[in-house]
């Protein structure tokens, strides 16, 4: 089935929850919600199952208008952040339990349930109850039941939070090829930009209650349409600068004034923001590197190391800039200590431009390369 | 949460406005129209206004200081109980076992006197507590103290305040106890880290998280102690003289007893108005702790 | 100011142990160094709340005793240790204001009213909260709330050492990254042993100088992120820390090449005392293991490449056996044939899970020390 939501808005008790958003989901594909807690994404899930009704906007499913049709009228499943089982079934009979509201034959229902559980690789525990098992069996489980259904819409809803990080890992790369084997539409909601990446499908930014870009997640990520998608979907924080031109002249908010050249010339007159990820800055030691001489075309701008984080692979370095906090992520071991000064050097290739209103700047290939 | 609004919801509860219209419009009209009217038996009416209104209302009248009278015992009835109660039932509930057998054990004892029906209650405390045979009136008796239900105004109070603390502390102490094992262990952790004591952590922890459920308890334990009727009937009959009757024995032998239908229906009414008032007020106050709750958990 | 250790601590919730497989935590000797930044790193289940819990004085351990300072607190109560804690869920005392929240272990404690006051501001501008401080602490965000929770151990002058509980679990990705810095910039001010818990290899290694990695109720690792990282001593180690964690491959070895399945690896160090009869395997990290083109270094199978932004991983097998290896950004295949370049100095051997030293080849020990 397709999902179209057409310029759907609610409010609650004046509040405004969701703000008009349209997305068009397909047949069979796998659509993550990215956005920070309270940014819309359950109730937008509420919206798309029928368990709220919009303010304004319609809802449609196949082009038929479903407005208002309860959730018990349509083909839907959820799985939550919680896991949610039946505790005194076994994990069979938990699988099995919408299927015998369904009042499926029996032999239907040892089929379906088979399936699903090997799908989950469930087998060996069909016997047991939900509570003797760790979390992440837990939550297959509970995603076996809204799978066995064949429901039209699956909705999950950080099914991963609860999870510790390693079997987190490991179900976040079983459940593409698991959302693959089945037609339905899957939406899946997550606040951790890297969980969209690796889930692929499509990719919907929130930001209070709005929806900022929606498309291939890759893409969103590489040519976000705005600074609230390019915010949304960067993990570390996005570092930002606001500059502005002046003729031949880039002027940063701290003073250094750079030429206007290669991927400069394209910053329009007067304010706006560069927005660059983490990986893509370089951080120079000023005392103990000798300066690369000019005309490199790197941006080069000083700071200071506020805090250094060392993962034993990569190193995050936090610089102070002025008012200004910029984030790096650098291969290898670097223990910098607070207070040193460096120098930040950019490649102006990676740099994203948005405009006064934070609308991105004509999306340069080289950019996209990136 | 909202309900969507859908105008097809009032067909649906057509049905129930009708059975609630034969079943409590149709006989409070009758009520009403009782009220206005005097009756001397066979079945024949006299208008009378809002005399009985009136008269139930002034003081200084037979019926008048009657119903104000009866309306102090009550009120009087319900404070004593939910002093008594609400901290018995509180004190209970913190001291009940968190984990283990004990606990069904405990819950089941504690539901016990919840399970017996009140005319029984009343039943079991007469005759435990008379003074002849009664196993307690006996042997209160027998320790030198003067007691007897039947014929002092104080004793048959006590007799009818332990009884409702008998019968209704566990209902307090079971919603104390819902509200109590719902808080996080980490809290008492933390509390034990900040040094704090025993009584500061009943304040700033367990009392602002039962906060809910105690309303609930209070708003029940008022309610239905200030409609008692059944226990102190079956136990006291309304007396000695008329020191436990309450309202709604008043009003019983007003209709039945002298069957001054006009007097009681005025009487009904105007105590099935006290009662719609406060449920009024407890309403307010328990929907406007909810929004605060509600906020604290949606900041957005 | 404290430095606590732990003396040959154990504990178990059976009233009647049989062995070691029915005890929570086994035996563990440590010293957490007064003013370092610890994390103790593992699954659920692997023992780390329980010595958590032990060390802030929840549980009594069976066996041993545990020192602040070197004076034995094993028996002493939560409220008499000087330590502090912040739990995975906020808690904050919800009819209180921030500023009251702060005060509370003051007031506890019955210091005079004007200290209170002082320290109180004190801590509130270090945790950027001067402005919510005469808020109600219930209507505040989970990271704010989190703030509360850890200013009211620092306002406590005599504490000795913080303890985190998975302090980020509730706390939104871009709202983590602030909150870690500030850890960090506060430990680096205050000078307090601080203890992390948690079961994210990423929040373990940034905030910790030296991360304690627990498996099956046991320490397996004691290390620095980079020691984790480079030489995991154990596989559970390698494959923990990382993601995607270390390969391991069986293999057999034979002088300076290890066989998985009908592929030779050549390896830096020779191992010629393998215990006979154990499990031998091959680890290297995907971070050592870089995809080339076929017909360079080993031949594999590509199965998927996963982009993750800033990276490209690719799904491979060799000889069957399913690993991951990071893809250059120049590099383009065609179809699911590839080659794979290993880092032969960060290819280790383990025998039953452990890691083998090995012996560094004769003649070129002197120049590989250094970079290995």
């Not at chain 1, 994990?91 to 089929?111: C, D, K, Q």
């Not at chain 1, 075309?297 to 906090?325: C, K, N, Q």
């Not at chain 3, 002082?118 to 402005?131: F, G, K, M, Q, Y």
């Not at chain 3, 290694?205 to 001593?233: I, K, N, S, Y």
């Amino acid at each position: 089935m397709t999902l179209e939501l057409d310029h759907v808005s609610r409010s609650v008790r004046g509040v405004p929850h969701i703000r008009d958003v349209s997305l068009r989901l397909e047949r069979g594909s796998l659509n993550v919600l990215l956005g920070a807690t309270l940014a819309g994404k359950t109730s937008l899930m509420r919206l798309m199952a029928g368990l709220d009704v919009p303010s304004s906007g319609r809802v449609r499913v196949e082009g038929r208008d479903v407005t208002g049709l309860p959730v018990k009228k349509r083909s839907v499943a959820m799985v939550y952040q919680q896991f949610i089982n039946y505790p005194s079934l076994t994990v069979y009979e938990n699988i099995a339990s919408p299927l015998r509201v369904a009042g499926l034959s029996r032999a239907e229902i040892e089929e379906r349930v088979a399936a699903a559980a090997g799908l989950l690789k469930l087998e060996p525990y069909l016997g047991r109850t939900p509570l003797a098992l760790s979390g992440g069996q837990q939550q297959r489980t509970a995603i076996a039941r809204a799978l066995v259904k064949r429901a039209d819409l699956v909705l999950l809803d950080e099914p991963l939070a609860n999870l510790d990080y390693k079997l987190r890992e490991e179900l976040r790369e079983e459940l593409p090829r698991i959302f693959a084997s089945t037609g339905a539409v899957f939406v899946y909601a997550t606040t951790e930009p890297t969980e969209a990446l690796l889930l692929g499908g499509q990719t919907a930014a929130l930001l209070e209650g709005g929806v900022t870009q929606f498309g291939p997640t890759a893409d969103i990520y590489r040519r976000p349409a705005n600074l609230a998608t390019a915010r949304v979907f960067s993990d570390p924080p996005l570092n930002t600068l606001r500059v502005t031109r002046q003729a031949h002249t880039v002027l940063l908010e701290n003073g250094t004034v750079l030429p206007a050249r290669g991927a400069l010339a394209r910053v329009p007159d007067g304010a706006c923001t560069i927005g660059v990820r983490a990986h893509h800055l370089e951080v120079e030691d000023i005392a103990a590197a000798e300066r690369a001489p000019g005309g490199d075309g790197l941006i080069r701008l000083g700071a200071t190391i506020a805090v250094t984080e060392v993962t034993g692979s990569e190193s995050f370095l936090h610089m102070d800039m002025g008012e200004t906090r910029l984030t790096a992520l650098v291969g290898g071991v670097r223990r910098l200590e607070p207070g040193a000064p460096v120098e930040v050097l950019i490649d102006p290739r990676h740099i994203l431009l948005f405009d006064a209103d934070g609308r991105a700047i004509a999306p340069a290939r080289d950019a996209a390369a990136a | 949460m909202d309900k969507p609004v859908n105008n097809r919801a009032w067909l649906l509860v057509a049905p129930v406005f009708l059975i609630v219209a034969f079943s409590a419009i149709v006989p409070i009209m009758t009520v009403v129209n009782y009220s206005v009217q005097d009756t001397f038996g066979n079945n024949q009416f006299f208008w009378n206004g809002l005399g009985w209104f009136q008269e139930l209302l002034d003081p200084s009248t037979e019926l008048g200081g009657r119903f104000l009278d009866a309306l102090w015992r009550n009120l009087l009835f319900s404070a004593i109980i939910l002093a008594i109660e609400v901290p018995l039932g509180i004190l209970v509930a913190l001291s009940m076992p968190r984990e283990g057998w004990k606990v069904a054990a405990t819950l089941v004892v504690m539901a016990l006197p919840l399970l017996i029906p009140w005319n029984v209650v009343g039943t079991i405390w007469q005759v435990f507590a008379r003074a002849d045979i009664g196993l307690a009136g006996w042997a209160i008796n027998a320790l030198g103290i003067d007691y007897n239900y039947t014929g002092d105004p104080l004793a048959a109070w006590i007799t009818i305040v332990v009884m409702d603390v008998w019968h209704w502390t566990s209902l307090v102490a079971l919603l104390c106890y819902a509200g109590l094992k719902s808080i996080p262990d980490a809290y008492y952790q933390a509390a034990r880290i900040d040094g704090a004591s025993r009584w500061a952590v009943f304040t700033t922890i367990q009392l602002p998280k039962m906060k809910r459920v105690l309303l609930i308890a209070v708003l029940l334990r008022f309610m239905d102690s200030f409609m008692i009727y059944t226990e102190p009937f079956v136990l006291t009959g309304g007396g000695p003289g008329n020191a436990t009757t309450f309202l709604s024995i008043d009003l019983v032998k007003i209709a039945l007893g002298q069957f001054d239908l006009g007097k009681a229906a005025a009487m009904s009414l105007v105590y099935n108005l006290i009662v719609l008032a406060l449920c009024w007020v407890f309403y307010t106050v328990m929907t406007n702790t909810g929004t605060e709750r509600r906020q604290e958990e949606n900041p957005a | 100011m404290a430095s606590i250790t732990l003396d040959g601590l154990a504990h178990t919730y059976r009233p009647d142990p049989r062995g070691p497989q029915d005890y929570a935590l086994k035996e563990i000797d440590h010293v957490w160094r007064q003013g370092g930044a610890y994390a103790l790193l593992g699954p659920s289940g692997c023992g780390k709340t329980t010595l958590l819990n032990i060390i802030s004085g929840l549980v009594v351990p069976t066996r041993g005793r545990i020192l602040f300072d070197g004076r034995d607190v094993t028996r002493l109560p939560t409220e008499a240790r000087n330590i502090a804690q912040v739990f995975q869920f906020p808690v904050v005392y919800d009819t209180m204001s921030v500023r009251e929240n702060l005060a509370f272990p003051l007031k506890n404690r019955r210091m005079p009213r004007e200290a209170i006051a002082r320290r109180v501001e004190e801590i509130a501008s270090r945790l950027d909260l001067t402005p919510v401080l005469d808020r109600k602490a219930s209507n505040l965000t989970a990271d704010a709330k989190q703030k509360i929770s850890l200013g009211r151990g620092l306002v406590r002058e005599d504490v000795a050492a913080i303890l985190f509980d998975e302090p980020l679990t509730v706390i939104d990705p871009h709202l983590k990254w602030q909150l870690r810095s500030s850890l960090k910039e506060l430990h680096r001010a205050l000078d307090l042993t601080m203890i992390y818990v948690t079961h994210d290899q990423t929040e373990a290694l940034t905030f910790a100088d030296t991360v304690v990695v627990m498996h099956d109720g046991a320490v397996v690792q004691t290390g620095t992120p980079e020691e984790l990282f480079e030489r995991p001593a154990h596989t559970f180690v390698g494959h923990f820390i990382g993601s995607p964690g270390m390969n391991v491959l069986p293999a057999q070895v034979e002088g300076r090449t290890a066989h998985v399945g009908d592929v030779a690896i050549a390896l830096d160090r020779a191992y010629p005392a393998l215990p006979k009869g154990e499990r031998i395997e091959l680890g290297v990290r995907p971070e050592f293991a870089t995809l080339a083109a076929p017909g360079t270094g080993l031949p594999v199978t590509v199965t998927r490449i996963e982009d993750i932004g800033r990276a490209r991983i690719a799904r491979i097998e060799i000889a069957g056996n399913p690993a991951a290896a990071m893809v250059p950004e120049e590099l383009s295949l065609d179809g699911d044939r590839a080659g794979l370049t290993l880092d032969p100095r960060q290819v280790h051997i383990y025998a039953d899970g452990v890691l083998v030293p090995g012996v560094p080849a004769p003649g070129e020990a002197a120049g590989r020390e250094g970079a290995a």
